[in-house]
């Protein structure tokens, strides 16, 4: 088989990059996609209910970037969703993130913007040196509501302590000393109208674009001649776990369908000192499709099964580096993505880095 590019998984990384070859290149291109269907981890799809669940956890798209926006409103029209999350503390549910409203009824309180920043001042804990996830909050809104909201619930998400996780994770939390109880802030957010896996088949539709699924590339790439091969696996996986297996956060999806039209306030509740779940999505709320019953999932965190966090500690970035010193020596392939750079990327962010990546690919042709 001859493919000038190979692009190892059909997640948003490799479906980007085929798009951009297929549509702007007018080049032919495989990509190979050990799942049985497209979309990575943004796959949604209709279960035995009709009710459109994201089978991989609640993806909600939002970006600061308009040429991101912009090219995926290419492929799909958007609900203009605003995300909401509730957090249960104490016996009630209080917005997230932090906001004048949630302090307001964590401690039962009346604050006013600027009391409120007065008020986690004075919780705040001086930190010389931030260096854990644990010393972002600290320094931000002191013990109280770091028990309360960020320890149990870290602790259940990544299964160690907040004080071994690097600053970026807790840092993802804003704190906002206003009433926006948004989870987001970004300028564009939504949800694709007919769903993520519609998007995605509309970025493969090109005939210079070959789909071969439940396929590990490793079964078929010694059978296919290719320039250029873009890599948007694990790379651990990819160099045979040369310097050991990389650590990744898994999560167990439980979906449960309830013969009622609602089941909770807000879209997601998070549960960070209860139960082993760390939050429950209702996938109406998210999508605005009508129906009598309800699908919900709960995520519990666990250390096997499929690889979809990256490990944000100290360890586990100096193991990787060792695999990105191998990677810089690869001249005909390109690692791309979540899984291949280790990173915590959301979906816009991949969607960027995929576009910048091929903008110097074809540069360098
Ligand atoms: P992936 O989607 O992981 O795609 C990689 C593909 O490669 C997979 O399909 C995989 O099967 C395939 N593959 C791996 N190994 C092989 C192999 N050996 N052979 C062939 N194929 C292979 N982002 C947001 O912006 N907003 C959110 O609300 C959000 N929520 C999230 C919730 C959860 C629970 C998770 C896990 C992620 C969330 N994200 C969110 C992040 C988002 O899922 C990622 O940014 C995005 O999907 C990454 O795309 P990717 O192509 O890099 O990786
Ligand atoms: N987090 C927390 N309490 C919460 C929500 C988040 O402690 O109620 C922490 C937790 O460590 C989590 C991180 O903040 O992993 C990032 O949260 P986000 O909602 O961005 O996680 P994702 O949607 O990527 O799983």
Redo the contacts with the bound molecule.
């Keep these: 088989m001859d493919f000038k590019y190979v692009i190892?998984?059909?997640?948003?990384?490799?479906?980007t990059m085929a798009e951009r070859i297929a549509n702007v290149l007018d080049e032919k291109v495989l990509i190979?996609?050990?799942?049985n269907h497209?979309?990575?981890?943004?796959f949604d799809s209709y279960n035995e209910d009709g009710i459109l669940i994201h089978n991989?956890?609640?993806?909600?798209?939002?970006?600061n970037s308009q040429s991101v926006y912009r090219y995926l409103s290419n492929f799909t029209e958007w609900n203009d969703f605003w995300?909401r999350v509730l957090t249960y503390v104490d016996g009630n549910l209080v917005p997230m993130p932090i906001t004048v409203e949630t302090i307001n009824a964590l401690y039962n309180l009346n604050l006013d913007c600027s009391q409120v920043e007065d008020f986690l001042k004075e919780q705040a804990v001086e930190i010389e040196e931030i260096k854990t996830s644990k010393d972002v909050a600290l320094s931000k809104v002191g013990q109280d509501i770091y028990s309360k909201i960020f320890e149990n619930y870290t602790k259940k998400q990544w299964g160690i302590d907040p004080a071994e996780l690097d600053t970026s994770v807790i840092s993802r939390i804003p704190i906002r000393l206003n009433r926006d109880t948004r989870y987001f802030a970004d300028r564009y957010q939504g949800m694709p109208k007919n769903g993520y896996t519609k998007m995605c088949e509309r970025m493969a539709a090109n005939k210079n674009i070959k789909i071969m699924l439940n396929?590990?590339?490793?079964e078929v790439i010694n059978d296919i001649n290719y320039e250029k091969l873009i890599y948007?696996?694990?790379t651990d996986?990819y160099y045979d776990y040369k310097y050991g297996k990389l650590s990744y956060r898994s999560?167990n999806?439980a979906f449960e369908t309830y013969d009622k039209e609602r089941f909770q306030e807000a879209p997601v509740v998070n549960y960070p000192n209860d139960y082993d779940y760390t939050r429950i999505t209702e996938f109406k709320q998210l999508t605005w499709q009508e129906h009598r019953k309800t699908t919900i999932c709960k995520?519990f965190p666990c250390a096997e099964g499929e690889?979809?966090?990256p490990f944000p500690t100290k360890e586990c970035k100096a193991q990787f580096a060792l695999y990105a010193e191998e990677m810089k020596k690869e001249d005909n392939v390109i690692f791309?993505?979540?899984?291949?750079e280790y990173k915590y990327?959301?979906?816009?962010?991949?969607v960027k880095r995929a576009l910048d990546v091929f903008e110097l690919m074809t540069k360098h042709a």
């Design positions: 190892v998984g059909a997640g948003l990384a490799g479906l190979i996609e050990k799942r497209i979309g990575g981890n943004v991989y956890g609640p993806h909600i798209f939002h970006t995300h396929t590990d590339y490793k948007t696996g694990p996986y999560i999806f995520e690889p979809y966090y791309l993505g979540r899984l291949a990327y959301n979906m816009d962010a991949v």
